[in-house]
């Protein structure tokens, strides 16, 4: 296993919400990851971690290796894999996003 990719399975494995992000919760730097934040704050999450993939070149590209997902935002809760924002928010106008965070 790589250092990035240790890092990355760390990140996602003792964080309970993780979102992989171009910008931050107060700033998102681009659309879809502004749109993953705003349904996370509709779900009520107060606890999430957010990484700025525009920080770390490894990370960035990394975390596309290590989901298997070939774009960013991505989210994980409790080490598992959600989806990018157009799913997160499938899910969420579904109601099972809201039924997977309060699990």
Known sequence: MTTTHQQIDDLVKNNRVVLFMKGNA???QCG???RAIQVLKACGVTELKTVNVLENEDIR???KEYANWPT???LYI???FV????????MYQSGELQQ????
Request: hydrophobic share 35%; glycine share 18%.
């Open 61 to 63: 590209q990394g975390i």
């Open 78 to 80: 409790k080490g598992e």
């Open 26 to 28: 107060q700033f998102p």
């Open 100 to 103: 997977l965070i309060n699990a």
């Open 72 to 74: 960013i935002p991505q």
């Open 83 to 90: 989806g990018g924002s157009d799913i997160m928010m499938e």
């Open 32 to 34: 879809f990851s502004g």
